[in-house]
């Protein structure tokens, strides 16, 4: 899709659909009014009439709009013109592209900068704009044998009221453009069954943007070299498994030499069965998508690459699969793990944590100024924050602030939970330096423990995405979150 900036008297632009706001109360404004102005009155008339309200997301289409140099109109309801910020643009516009997505109508033009708007500059208003009309209108029908109709819509222009907002709205919309393609490809990875997207599905899409993009460099460690690396923790969770384990490192220096890296490791069990502690049978299905963690690391290494943004981010996903069998690890089972540490496995479904606790270990020798992982991590993170905030854990205050504003920014949230060392007395084992289960509370908070002695540093975090990776019901899919949170965290580093 494109989204060029358009200049000039909104009423004289060429576009086959002009996306007006209309705000709760009051006479008609801005942009809107210059419209009803042009057309002698139609869209107050409309309104009046009944056709259209500002009720928060509802559209309604005027046509024949004479006097205009667009084809047709859509209302979209704002609410409350004062309290008009980025969350209700986000779903204004989120409910034009999915009526624009059920017409033949191909392109159309937005006139949201030319409001002033709640704590959102002209640069925010075009990376959100961009973002909610590619993954309202994205679609995963690749393994449909007849997909439905692919909407037509592919071009939004975004209109800017002067050479400033324009040279912002461009930017956004650049941003925003390479974020909403981040998130795409981790949808489509989230939305692949386990028979196709494998470790190696995983390993050859990080070779393919280490391919198409400038800066990288690739590397796919195989289940011998782990051995020889000591990763014994991760490699205890794919013995039940016959598709082979990755470790893929995939190293982007978009910096000058010597900057240190950020590092992300994304968690990539491509299915977990919960292995010999297996999981019930209720929506097993949805744990394809135990691998969202890897998604989102491979779908922002993509956004940086289409930006070639100025920064050094080493991604790192462990993938494997969580299987039960012959030769799986057992409960009770000891494994030693890389950092050296020894862990008794109490219950093999607390995978995650175990993979990532050689990855973390690995991620060290690059000398990253931060470690930031990402995971489909505990069934106790969706409990407490359900499908709104990431969990977000961390043991560094400044990298705290800047993971929470980072979500604020793009609305894409995180809500930080604690830690502390205290979550970590209900994992002691009599056997083993540690166990990889805690007791039935704060399951989150102990997963996330249990991590940070692998870290063992500053400038560690845990996003937490069990809840927010995708979505269940009618609308189940996988959702690209924290795409956009990690890619305007490290925008803004
Ligand atoms: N992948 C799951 C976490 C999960 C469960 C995410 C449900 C989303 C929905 C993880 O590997 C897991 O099984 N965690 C266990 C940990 C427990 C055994 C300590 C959980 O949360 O139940
Ligand atoms: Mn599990
Ligand atoms: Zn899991």
Redesign the pocket.
């Known amino acids: 899709m494109q989204f060029p900036v358009k200049r000039g008297a909104p009423v004289s632009q060429k576009s086959a659909c002009a996306i007006l706001p209309l705000f709760d109360g009051g006479p008609l404004q801005g942009v809107t009014l210059d419209f009803d102005t042009a057309t002698a009155g139609r869209i107050a008339q409309f309104v009046k009439s009944g056709n259209a309200s500002g009720t928060l997301g509802r559209t309604a289409f005027i046509h024949d709009l004479n006097g205009t140099d667009a084809d047709c109109a859509l209302l979209v309801g704002c609410a409350e013109r004062d309290e008009f910020g980025a969350k209700q643009l986000r779903t204004a516009l989120g409910a034009a592209a999915v009526a624009l997505g059920k017409t033949g109508i191909g392109n159309a033009i937005a006139y949201f900068a030319h409001e002033r708007l709640a704590g959102v500059d002209a640069y925010y208003s075009a990376r959100l704009s961009v973002e909610t009309f590619s993954s309202k209108l994205y679609r995963f029908d690749e393994l449909k044998s007849k997909p439905g109709p692919r909407p037509k819509f592919s071009r939004l222009g975004l209109s800017a009221p002067d050479s400033d907002a324009a040279r912002k709205l461009r930017r956004g919309a650049a941003d925003g453009a390479a974020i909403a393609a981040g998130v795409e490809l981790a949808r489509d990875l989230g939305n692949r069954p386990a028979n196709i997207c494998t470790p190696a599905h995983l390993a050859g899409v990080a070779r393919e943007i280490a391919n198409n993009y400038e800066d990288f460099e690739i590397e796919v460690i195989d289940e011998l070299e782990m051995q020889k690396l000591g990763m014994g923790s991760l490699l205890s969770v794919t013995h039940g498994a016959e598709e082979p384990a990755q470790l893929i490192v995939l190293n982007y220096r978009g910096a000058p030499n010597g900057a240190q890296p950020v590092a992300l490791c994304g968690k990539g069990?491509t299915f977990?069965t919960?292995g010999i502690?297996i999981?019930p049978g209720a929506k097993m299905d949805?744990?394809k998508?135990?691998m969202c963690g890897a998604a989102s690391v491979l779908g922002t290494m993509k956004a940086l690459g289409e930006l070639n943004a100025p920064v050094n981010v080493i991604a790192l996903v462990p993938a494997c699969e969580?299987m039960p069998g012959g030769r799986a690890t057992r409960p009770g089972d000891i494994v030693r793990s890389m950092s050296g540490q020894t862990i008794e496995i109490l219950?093999t479904?607390?995978?995650?944590r175990l993979i990532l606790a050689d990855a973390l270990t690995y991620a060290k020798r690059f000398e990253p100024s931060h470690i930031i992982d990402i995971a489909?991590?505990?069934?106790?993170?969706?409990m407490a924050l359900g499908k709104v905030y990431t969990g977000l854990f961390t043991n560094d205050e400044e990298l705290a602030v800047r993971l929470l504003d980072a979500g604020r920014r793009s609305l894409d949230p995180a809500w930080r939970l604690p830690a502390d060392d205290e979550y970590g007395e209900s994992m002691k084992s009599n056997f083993a330096d540690f166990a990889?289960?805690?007791a039935r509370y704060a399951?989150a908070s102990?997963?996330a423990h249990f991590l940070s002695r692998f870290a063992d540093r500053k400038g560690w975090a845990h996003l937490d995405i069990?809840?927010t990776a995708w979505l269940e019901g009618e609308r189940k899919g996988a959702t690209g979150r924290p795409v956009p949170l990690l890619v305007d965290f490290l925008l803004n580093l």
């Open positions: 069990i977990d919960g502690s999981k949805e744990m998508f135990d969580n219950n479904d607390a995978e995650g489909t991590l505990t069934g106790a993170c969706v990889n289960l805690g399951g102990s997963a069990a809840g």
